[in-house]
């Protein structure tokens, strides 16, 4: 395995027909593949070989795509720099020694050191958006029931997208064509997605475009980042854009409003993993209780027991007004602020992340830290809004990413806008 | 509904509520860890009550038989198995 980045290198052949016909395909190991082995990035699932595939999966191998291997992640999704795999850390091909960020840092490096000609990873709070802006690369968040998450591991129902990445904007489109699509099997699936033309809409052409600029998401931000931030703004506005700032006063909350929900739902999800249908091998001497903890102690790392225990504690009696009713209320709040700040502009925009990819290491002892780095992509999840993160330069050598974010189902926008950016 | 700082016996009866076992450095690790990110949400306090109008609707298909995994399948990951069925360990 070269610099981390797969956990199972296998080829699947797709169709010999099909518009990914010759293309390859790198998927995140927590998107289920019939016959080759899905771990999730956990010692949990590490022999897990899964009985069918994904609804993307399926329409990977009918577009004719070859799947050439399982990318490396944060264990179940959990993290931001791919550091908390069971199978440790990915390199990073754009920057070395520095994190490819997370949780589908796998995916974004596989790109980026052409391993792949895309990807598909998952995007719960960021985690296309946060690696494809560290390791130079096109990631693309859809809007919240674009794409079928029927086949992928669950962490945070409500939150998480399967997304495209590619080196160009036009080809990550591309992927979210093929991907995206009502499938009876995800009841959360939307008619929106049928019969997309999302690659077509990569013309460049963002004359009589108006980008709106969220303050707050450059207030905390790295003085380098920002500064390349807004020398790709003045290159869009000499390319026909218009921009002005606008004001998102609820989005102060939505770290915490983000880690409240996604834990919550994490709580009740990896409950599943009970080492009786699947996990670990143990012997069946203690009774119910003791051998299904033990299993999890064994099974799960410390980022996976930090969110299912806080998730536990968030939703436990007393505390679940405090915590979890009141996320849901900045998550209403949030989804509010966004639709008025999208009814004066076409696109958002924004820096991907407010810094530079972080050094290996830096993060991993401080948790909080490493959750307050996701404070310009996780309020997207929040309000179920389409998200791109484009390569906008760099900061002493270091990629940086640009975000912009569209109206519910408004990929061709986004995807329209990024395109400018490149060159 | 208390503004205490959790406790190291707080996080152990959450790890038992989750069915988590924890080593005693985990426990004492977990509770410095949150205490700082459970004040970092005190910040959703603030929060106003809000009307959430999402456009929701429920989705029903017809409840019929359809094709699924077969048995074998079924068992295929699991550590324990006996006449085709999963074998766990005991109830109490």
Known sequence: MSGGIFITEERTEGDS????????????????TEGVRTTCGSAMLADYVPPYDATVVERLKAAGATIVGKTNMDEFGMGSTTETSAFGPTENPAAEGRVPGGSSGGSAAAVAAGEADLALGTDTGG???????????????????????????????SLEQIGPFGSTVEEAAELLDVVSGPDERDATTRDEGAETDYAGAADGDVDGLEIGIPTELLEGADEGVVETFWEAID???????????????????????YYVIAMSEASS?????????YGPDHDLEGDWNETFAAVREEGFGDEVKRR????????SAGYHEKYYAKAQDARAWIERDFEDALSEADVLA?????????????????????????ANTVPINLANLPAISVPAGDTDGLPVGLQFVGPAFGEREIVRAASAVED | ??????????????????????????????????????????????????????????????????ESLDQE?????????????FKGPRVS
Do not use: W
Request: aromatic fraction near 6%; hydrophobic fraction near 40%; glycine fraction near 6%.
């Open chain 1, 127 to 157: 985690s296309v958006r946060n690696p494809a802006a560290f390791c130079g690369v096109v990631g693309i968040k859809p809007t919240y029931g674009l794409v079928s998450r029927y086949g992928l591991v669950a962490y945070a129902n």
């Open chain 2, 1 to 66: 509904m208390s503004d205490q700082p959790v406790s190291p016996e707080e996080v152990r009866h959450v790890a038992d509520l989750a069915r988590i076992d924890l080593a005693d450095e985990e426990v004492e690790e977990f509770t410095e860890q949150f205490v700082e990110i459970l004040e970092a949400f005190e910040t959703l306090d603030e929060v106003p009550e809000t009307e959430s109008e999402a456009d929701l609707e429920n989705v029903l298909r017809a409840d019929e038989v359809r």
């Open chain 2, 73 to 85: 399948e079924a068992l295929r990951n699991a550590p324990h198995t006996e006449d085709g069925y």
């Open chain 1, 308 to 315: 299912i225990l806080l998730g536990t504690y968030a939703l």
């Open chain 1, 17 to 32: 027909e099909g518009p990914l016909a010759g293309r390859t395909v790198a998927v995140k190991d927590n998107i289920s």
């Open chain 1, 269 to 277: 999800n990896l409950a599943r993993f009970d080492g009786v249908r």
């Open chain 1, 235 to 257: 290159e869009l506005e000499s390319q026909g854009a218009s921009y002005h700032e606008v004001s998102l006063p609820s989005i102060e909350h939505a770290v915490a409003a």
């Open chain 1, 350 to 374: 924004s820096p991907t992340m407010p810094t530079p990819p972080f050094e290996r290491g830096e993060s991993l002892d401080d948790p909080l830290q490493m959750y307050l780095a996701d």
